[in-house]
């Protein structure tokens, strides 16, 4: 610590055919290597283009490609020479030192040496303390090739910084793009805003307007367009074809939102530090397992009012389908990396520890929840269904199931698509993602937007006097999950250059289940907003 190192030899390596080889392409597909001193992970500080600050990347590139001057042959050149920072903070009471900073500046450096080769203690030629010669450039660059000695070396300079440790990882997640977030926000509001204001308008002419109608007379057209809601009352509450799905589908949604909201909670509160390695993923797994129990209890509610009777088939339904179609995914992905030898396959041991917390914890409070919700007495519907469904009158084009579906999901989409290529550039380009002020801003614009969009699409299609409301107000914002994987689709070709096949698979592979995901939250948000306001309007107006 606090101990300056110039020219240090680490070893001379002299590399076969097939090492060039792999090496060749670790430097053509931009690998990294990463490194971590006092749980700080290793930068390389790039100048930004206003040249008065930094962008810090993750790990340093293993080389670079290039071209000697005068020729037109590709050459490929490791990165041999790493010149260390560590920044340091002085205790000025005690005198102690705390690392702060962490950052390397690598170079490619053909060394060279005059005497014999004595290990360590070898004098070099290009890079020598006590000759005042320290590497500063790649003039002269080390080329990977098969039957050539490499020399690796390294200097450490410590640098003492006003930072203090308590706020070290400031830098590394200092975001210069809060103008583009601020901006992501407004645009999310004014959606939020003109929905809303429908919304209003609504509630305004069916419950208040609705209960002047008796006190005095209206226009011919405003009663005709009042009651065209009105005349489906007996079927409104009619139990969906698949009602089963239906009810696994919301009590997973319900899982799923209340896991995001507390973690996001958490998340903002400071608990989730990026400093705790994979502190964030361990945090959600959790917090989903325990809200098993509000998954069963929504389902069996919802089961017990569409009158079902097997609540025990509902709760290994709930308890299964989605994290089953899910791990089934992460299985195959997982296999596909184990087939590659790469070090980022999930272990055995954490594969069996998942399905340990899933079937130990998660299933049996899924079934404690669903004893309980069907304990309780079955929620009674405002208005009486009527025992022979009413026929239902052929619908303007514009109000067809598949055209209002697509369009409900493009809003919800629309709200979150710039913050979402932030989170797509922190997982899929190592970025760090640290904004959770932003995104849980962001997480309830999604909300209100995901519910707006699906009462004002369901008034619009009670209207019409089309009561096939359950699925449809489902899938409206649900839908805002297909924009989502096209969205990733054409961020893929647009911004990485991934070229392995194996690679790619995982990206889509983890996109869908991302998209899957979403579908089953968006969905919820906006059937749960449509149930709520479809038994407001209904129990608010005298039906004649």
Known sequence: MREPKMCQIVCKATIDEKAAKELKEKIEDEYRVNMILDNLPLVVPIARQDKNSFAYQGGYHVGAKGQYAGSKDEKYFIHNHLSFTVKYHRDDDSELSRIVGFEVHPYSVKHQFDDKWNGADTRLSTCDPHASKFVTNSDSPQEVEAGKEIIFTYDVRFEDSEIKWASRWDTYLLMTDDQIHWFSIVNSLMIVLFLSGMVAMIMLRTLYRDISRYNQLETQEEAQEETGWKLVHGDVFRPPTNSDLLCVYVGTGVQFFGMLLVTMIFAVLGFLSPSNRGGLMTAMLLVWVLMGLLAGYTSSRLYKMFKGSEWKKITLQTAFLFPGVAFVIFFILNALIWGEKSSGAVPFTTMFALVLLWFGISVPLVFVGSYLGFKKPAMEPPVKTNKIPRQIPEQAWYMNPIFTILIGGILPFGAVFIELFF????????????????????????????????????????????????????????????????????????????TKVVSGILYFGYMLLASYAFFVLTGTIGFCACFWFTRLIYSSVKID
Do not use: N, P
């Open 423 to 498: 989170i797509l550039t922190s997982i899929w380009l190592h970025q760090f993602y640290y904004i959770f002020g932003f995104l849980f801003l962001v997480f309830v614009i999604l909300i209100i937007t995901c519910a707006e969009i699906t009462i004002v699409l369901c008034y619009f299609q009670l209207c019409s006097e089309d009561y096939m409301w359950w699925w449809r107000s489902y899938l409206t914002s649900g839908s805002s999950a297909l924009y989502l994987f096209l969205y990733a689709a054409f961020y893929f070709f647009t911004k990485l250059q991934i």
